[in-house]
């Protein structure tokens, strides 16, 4: 077994949740290679010890555990199967581990071709926005092969906490699809309860005092309604990027034959905030909604 200084581990995305995630794997003694299509984001990394490279070749010629967070599921396929991307340049039994939320449908095909050439992928996505990147306790759902996910246990300890193999390759994917359908509706819930409460002549401060212990209590309600209350609107995760997460699980659920209700009516909510210019800001802002 490997010791942490003696993986090599490259990364591929350091957006608002990735850097953090990179920066938590060099404070647990891994090496890392690091990818982004801005080198002066890396700066910071770098002088903590990361190498910079400046592509996913050079990425996944370095490395023997290769992470990626990006944005959408086409940078995802870029990445992998582009001719200049991961598996057409990884070194045998290299462990693949995309941590974006993407589609199952993707990740079942990742996993094919990288089977093909000797490698390990695993679908990881991740629940808990920035404040689980920055503190290392993530919820990190994985799909993939059981031997790939123990080998890459140690990895996935050092990013989260609540860390749960979900299946075969894909079904990190799904899980996170039950995650955002779940965080979608809570949302709107959420910023109709304030806007509830300040029509009514209420404190807003004390009414989630009281409510965010009871029933009604969420990570979304305990993390974000407070930043709502203070005007904060900046992105622990991207509007932009709910919304391409909402059209993966309504695309899903029809492939399942499933209605979704509450999710085809968050969507619309946000679509309406994005082309108002709040794409990129963090999904509290759909209190602006109203």
Same mark, same amino acid.
Request: proline letters at 3%.
């Given at each position: ?52 490279? !400046? ?9 023997? /555990? ?31 581990? !995309?941590? /974006?939320?993407?589609?199952?449908? *993707? ?30 306790? *993530? ?73 965010? /212990? ?17 005007? !904060? ?11 391409? !997460?909402?059209?993966?699980? *309504? ?34 802002? *759909?209190?602006?909604?109203?």
């Amino acid at each position: 077994m490997q010791s942490n200084n003696e993986k090599v581990i490259g990364f591929i995305g350091l957006g608002v949740m990735g850097k953090s995630m990179a920066r938590n794997l060099i404070n647990e003694g891994f090496n890392l290679v690091i990818y982004t299509r801005t080198k002066e984001k890396a700066a910071d990394l770098v002088e903590m010890g990361a190498k910079w490279v !400046d592509s996913p070749r050079y990425v996944a010629q370095k490395a023997n /555990t290769v992470i990626t967070m990006v944005g959408y599921p086409s940078d995802v396929e870029e990445i992998y199967l582009g001719e200049e991307g991961l598996i057409n340049h990884c070194n045998k039994n290299t462990y693949l581990i !995309d941590m /974006t939320t993407s589609t199952p449908t *993707l990740a079942k095909r990742i996993f094919e071709v990288a089977n093909e050439k000797g490698l390990h992928a695993l679908d990881a996505p991740v629940s808990g926005g920035d404040i689980g990147a920055r503190e290392g306790k *993530l919820a990190i759902m994985v799909g993939g092969n059981p031997q790939a996910f123990e080998a890459c246990s140690p990895v996935f300890e050092a990013l989260g906490k609540n860390i749960v193999y979900q299946g075969e390759a894909g079904s990190g994917q799904h899980t996170k699809m039950c995650n955002q359908i779940a965080i979608a509706s809570n949302m709107v819930g959420i910023c109709e309860a304030i806007v509830y409460a300040e029509k009514a002549g209420l404190n807003p401060e004390t009414v989630l005092q009281s409510i965010s /212990t009871g029933a009604a209590g969420s990570w979304s309600l305990s993390n974000l309604a407070p930043r709502i209350l203070k005007g !904060d609107f900046a992105p622990g995760f991207y509007i932009k990027h709910f919304i391409k !997460d909402m059209k993966i699980a *309504l695309e899903e659920a029809e492939n399942l034959g499933i209605e979704v209700p509450g999710l085809f009516l968050a969507k619309k909510m946000y679509e309406k905030l994005a082309e108002n210019g709040e794409e990129n800001s963090g999904t509290q802002a *759909l209190y602006k909604y109203w």
